[in-house]
Protein backbone atom coordinates (compact mmCIF):
# COMPACT_ATOMS: atom_id res chain seq x y z
CA UNK A 1 0.00 0.00 0.00
CA UNK A 2 1.40 3.70 -0.76
CA UNK A 3 0.98 6.12 1.10
CA UNK A 4 2.56 10.20 1.38
CA UNK A 5 3.27 12.01 4.31
CA UNK A 6 2.23 15.13 4.69
CA UNK A 7 4.45 18.44 4.48
CA UNK A 8 4.59 21.73 5.97
CA UNK A 9 6.00 23.71 2.93
CA UNK A 10 3.67 24.02 -0.28
CA UNK A 11 4.45 22.08 -3.22
CA UNK A 12 5.89 24.66 -6.23
CA UNK A 13 6.17 23.84 -9.49
CA UNK A 14 9.41 22.06 -10.73
CA UNK A 15 11.59 25.21 -12.51
CA UNK A 16 13.71 24.72 -15.56
CA UNK A 17 17.22 23.64 -13.76
CA UNK A 18 15.33 21.66 -11.13
CA UNK A 19 13.49 19.47 -13.98
CA UNK A 20 16.71 19.26 -15.87
CA UNK A 21 18.54 17.69 -13.05
CA UNK A 22 16.26 15.58 -11.67
CA UNK A 23 13.99 13.87 -14.86
CA UNK A 24 15.57 10.58 -14.23
CA UNK A 25 13.79 10.89 -10.89
CA UNK A 26 10.67 11.71 -11.96
CA UNK A 27 10.92 9.59 -15.31
CA UNK A 28 10.71 7.04 -12.03
CA UNK A 29 6.63 5.44 -12.48
CA UNK A 30 4.77 6.57 -9.76
CA UNK A 31 7.02 9.80 -8.82
CA UNK A 32 6.43 12.27 -11.70
CA UNK A 33 6.95 16.05 -11.76
CA UNK A 34 4.79 15.99 -8.62
CA UNK A 35 6.92 13.58 -6.59
CA UNK A 36 9.94 15.81 -7.50
CA UNK A 37 8.19 18.89 -6.61
CA UNK A 38 7.04 17.36 -3.35
CA UNK A 39 11.29 15.91 -3.43
CA UNK A 40 11.76 19.78 -3.68
CA UNK A 41 9.59 21.08 -0.83
CA UNK A 42 10.16 18.22 2.25
CA UNK A 43 12.07 19.02 5.48
CA UNK A 44 13.89 16.12 6.59
CA UNK A 45 15.75 15.87 10.23
CA UNK A 46 18.77 13.45 9.90
CA UNK A 47 20.09 12.46 13.23
CA UNK A 48 23.29 11.05 13.09
CA UNK A 49 25.91 11.87 10.39
CA UNK A 50 27.83 9.15 10.61
CA UNK A 51 28.22 5.60 9.02
CA UNK A 52 24.24 5.49 7.89
CA UNK A 53 23.67 9.32 7.64
CA UNK A 54 26.53 9.76 5.43
CA UNK A 55 24.69 7.91 2.52
CA UNK A 56 21.06 8.83 3.84
CA UNK A 57 22.26 12.54 3.33
CA UNK A 58 23.83 12.10 0.17
CA UNK A 59 21.00 10.70 -1.93
CA UNK A 60 18.53 13.11 -0.40
CA UNK A 61 20.40 15.80 -0.90
CA UNK A 62 21.57 14.42 -4.57
CA UNK A 63 17.50 13.53 -5.32
CA UNK A 64 16.41 16.94 -4.45
CA UNK A 65 15.01 17.24 -1.18
CA UNK A 66 14.50 20.56 -0.47
CA UNK A 67 15.90 21.20 3.37
CA UNK A 68 18.01 18.47 5.12
CA UNK A 69 18.98 18.85 8.80
CA UNK A 70 21.91 17.07 10.31
CA UNK A 71 21.67 16.32 14.02
CA UNK A 72 25.43 15.31 15.50
CA UNK A 73 27.41 16.37 17.88
CA UNK A 74 30.38 14.51 17.34
CA UNK A 75 33.65 15.28 15.23
CA UNK A 76 35.15 13.57 12.53
CA UNK A 77 38.00 11.06 12.86
CA UNK A 78 39.88 9.53 10.98
CA UNK A 79 38.63 5.53 12.03
CA UNK A 80 34.98 7.27 10.96
CA UNK A 81 36.42 7.35 6.97
CA UNK A 82 36.49 3.74 7.00
CA UNK A 83 32.63 4.00 6.24
CA UNK A 84 31.55 7.26 6.51
CA UNK A 85 31.89 8.55 3.18
CA UNK A 86 30.30 11.59 3.94
CA UNK A 87 33.71 13.14 5.40
CA UNK A 88 36.86 13.07 4.40
CA UNK A 89 40.89 13.29 5.24
CA UNK A 90 40.36 17.37 5.54
CA UNK A 91 37.64 17.29 7.33
CA UNK A 92 39.16 15.19 10.62
CA UNK A 93 38.25 17.47 13.88
CA UNK A 94 36.16 19.51 12.38
CA UNK A 95 31.61 18.86 13.45
CA UNK A 96 30.26 16.73 11.48
CA UNK A 97 26.86 18.80 11.28
CA UNK A 98 29.39 21.56 9.50
CA UNK A 99 31.78 18.87 7.53
CA UNK A 100 28.04 17.66 6.30
CA UNK A 101 26.68 20.93 5.19
CA UNK A 102 29.82 21.63 3.01
CA UNK A 103 29.86 18.26 1.21
CA UNK A 104 26.28 18.55 0.50
CA UNK A 105 26.68 21.72 -0.73
CA UNK A 106 28.74 21.41 -3.31
CA UNK A 107 26.59 17.99 -4.32
CA UNK A 108 23.86 20.32 -4.44
CA UNK A 109 23.87 23.88 -4.01
CA UNK A 110 20.00 24.49 -4.24
CA UNK A 111 19.53 21.63 -0.95
CA UNK A 112 19.56 23.74 2.34
CA UNK A 113 21.27 22.46 4.97
CA UNK A 114 20.45 22.98 8.87
CA UNK A 115 23.14 22.15 11.55
CA UNK A 116 22.04 21.28 14.73
CA UNK A 117 24.46 19.44 17.85
CA UNK A 118 23.14 16.29 19.85
CA UNK A 119 19.77 15.73 19.63
CA UNK A 120 18.15 15.65 23.22
CA UNK A 121 14.50 15.41 23.96
CA UNK A 122 14.52 18.96 24.77
CA UNK A 123 15.42 19.64 21.13
CA UNK A 124 12.75 17.59 20.05
CA UNK A 125 9.99 18.79 21.71
CA UNK A 126 10.70 22.14 20.93
CA UNK A 127 11.62 21.64 17.44
CA UNK A 128 11.11 18.00 15.96
CA UNK A 129 7.28 18.83 14.77
CA UNK A 130 9.18 21.33 12.32
CA UNK A 131 10.14 18.31 10.40
CA UNK A 132 7.70 15.88 7.65
CA UNK A 133 10.05 12.98 8.13
CA UNK A 134 12.87 11.80 11.10
CA UNK A 135 16.00 9.77 9.84
CA UNK A 136 17.19 7.45 12.58
CA UNK A 137 21.28 7.24 11.49
CA UNK A 138 22.32 7.05 15.26
CA UNK A 139 24.41 4.51 16.82
CA UNK A 140 23.48 3.91 20.28
CA UNK A 141 20.49 2.03 21.87
CA UNK A 142 20.03 5.07 23.92
CA UNK A 143 20.11 7.48 21.39
CA UNK A 144 17.25 4.87 19.41
CA UNK A 145 15.16 4.77 21.46
CA UNK A 146 15.02 7.92 22.80
CA UNK A 147 14.91 9.25 19.22
CA UNK A 148 11.98 6.80 18.26
CA UNK A 149 9.62 7.05 21.63
CA UNK A 150 9.34 10.80 20.38
CA UNK A 151 8.15 10.16 17.39
CA UNK A 152 5.70 7.54 18.36
CA UNK A 153 4.22 10.48 21.39
CA UNK A 154 4.72 13.61 18.53
CA UNK A 155 3.17 11.33 15.32
CA UNK A 156 6.13 11.90 13.33
CA UNK A 157 7.20 9.44 11.18
CA UNK A 158 10.83 8.11 11.57
CA UNK A 159 12.91 5.72 9.15
CA UNK A 160 14.90 4.04 11.50
CA UNK A 161 18.20 1.51 10.95
CA UNK A 162 20.89 0.17 12.26
CA UNK A 163 24.17 -1.95 11.07
CA UNK A 164 26.65 -3.84 12.69
CA UNK A 165 29.37 -6.35 11.26
CA UNK A 166 28.09 -7.70 8.32
CA UNK A 167 24.31 -6.87 9.08
CA UNK A 168 21.49 -4.68 9.43
CA UNK A 169 17.94 -3.93 10.19
CA UNK A 170 15.62 -1.15 8.85
CA UNK A 171 11.82 0.02 9.24
CA UNK A 172 9.34 2.83 9.20
CA UNK A 173 7.79 3.64 11.83
CA UNK A 174 4.31 5.79 12.66
CA UNK A 175 2.26 5.60 15.34
CA UNK A 176 -0.64 7.64 13.16
CA UNK A 177 -0.07 6.38 9.83
CA UNK A 178 -3.18 7.20 7.11
CA UNK A 179 -6.20 4.46 7.80
CA UNK A 180 -5.42 0.93 6.64
CA UNK A 181 -2.05 1.17 7.75
CA UNK A 182 -0.81 -0.78 11.64
CA UNK A 183 0.33 2.24 14.15
CA UNK A 184 4.14 1.24 14.91
CA UNK A 185 7.11 2.54 16.86
CA UNK A 186 10.85 0.81 17.47
CA UNK A 187 8.87 -0.52 20.34
CA UNK A 188 6.31 -2.48 18.65
CA UNK A 189 9.57 -4.37 17.15
CA UNK A 190 11.93 -4.28 19.94
CA UNK A 191 9.96 -3.65 23.15
CA UNK A 192 12.81 -3.43 25.58
CA UNK A 193 16.27 -1.75 24.70
CA UNK A 194 19.02 -4.63 24.86
CA UNK A 195 21.24 -4.67 28.50
CA UNK A 196 24.58 -3.33 28.16
CA UNK A 197 26.54 -6.07 26.84
CA UNK A 198 23.72 -8.61 25.14
CA UNK A 199 24.33 -7.58 21.84
CA UNK A 200 27.39 -7.04 19.75
CA UNK A 201 28.59 -3.25 18.65
CA UNK A 202 30.61 -2.32 16.45
CA UNK A 203 33.49 -1.29 19.14
CA UNK A 204 33.75 -4.96 19.35
CA UNK A 205 32.80 -7.24 16.28
CA UNK A 206 33.35 -3.96 13.80
CA UNK A 207 30.79 -2.53 11.01
CA UNK A 208 32.08 -3.03 7.33
CA UNK A 209 31.69 0.22 5.11
CA UNK A 210 29.76 -1.00 2.32
CA UNK A 211 26.71 -2.55 4.72
CA UNK A 212 26.30 0.20 6.35
CA UNK A 213 26.28 2.06 2.72
CA UNK A 214 23.60 -0.79 1.72
CA UNK A 215 21.31 -0.24 5.11
CA UNK A 216 22.12 4.17 4.41
CA UNK A 217 20.66 3.68 1.02
CA UNK A 218 17.92 1.38 2.18
CA UNK A 219 16.92 4.02 4.60
CA UNK A 220 17.07 7.50 1.73
CA UNK A 221 15.12 4.79 -0.49
CA UNK A 222 12.25 4.61 2.01
CA UNK A 223 12.31 8.33 2.83
CA UNK A 224 11.87 9.16 -1.13
CA UNK A 225 8.98 6.34 -1.00
CA UNK A 226 7.13 8.38 1.76
CA UNK A 227 7.28 12.17 0.38
CA UNK A 228 6.46 10.93 -3.25
CA UNK A 229 4.23 8.24 -2.23
CA UNK A 230 5.75 5.56 -4.84
CA UNK A 231 5.95 1.96 -3.34
CA UNK A 232 5.15 0.26 -0.44
CA UNK A 233 7.26 1.57 2.49
CA UNK A 234 8.43 -0.91 5.32
CA UNK A 235 5.41 -0.01 8.25
CA UNK A 236 4.88 -2.89 9.98
CA UNK A 237 7.61 -4.58 8.12
CA UNK A 238 11.35 -5.21 8.48
CA UNK A 239 14.35 -5.33 6.31
CA UNK A 240 16.88 -7.70 8.16
CA UNK A 241 20.07 -7.62 5.42
CA UNK A 242 23.24 -10.39 5.88
CA UNK A 243 25.56 -9.25 3.70
CA UNK A 244 27.84 -12.21 4.99
CA UNK A 245 25.61 -14.73 2.84
CA UNK A 246 24.36 -12.32 0.72
CA UNK A 247 20.24 -12.90 2.48
CA UNK A 248 17.89 -10.21 2.93
CA UNK A 249 14.67 -10.66 4.41
CA UNK A 250 11.74 -8.35 4.49
CA UNK A 251 9.35 -9.56 7.78
CA UNK A 252 5.96 -8.32 8.74
CA UNK A 253 6.06 -7.68 12.70
CA UNK A 254 2.26 -5.50 12.84
CA UNK A 255 -0.90 -5.98 10.68
Known sequence: ?????GLHNP???VDDAAAARHRRTWLVAGIGEEGQARLNAARVLVIGAGGLGSPVLLYLAAAG???L???DSDVVELSNLQ???????ADVGAPKPASAAARLGGLNSAVRVEQYPHATRGFLDEHGAEWDLVM???DSFTAKYLVADWAAEADVPLVW???VAMS???AVFWSAPPSGLPATSLRTLHPVAPGPGTTPTSTRVGVLGPVVGQAGTAMATEAVKLITGVGEPLIGRVLVGDAAKNRYRTLRFAR
Not at 83 to 89: D, M, N, P
Open 168 to 170: FQL
Open 83 to 89: RQLLHGE
Open 11 to 13: VEP
Open 161 to 163: GTA
Open 69 to 71: GVC
Open 65 to 67: VGT
Open 136 to 138: DCT
Open 1 to 5: MSVRI
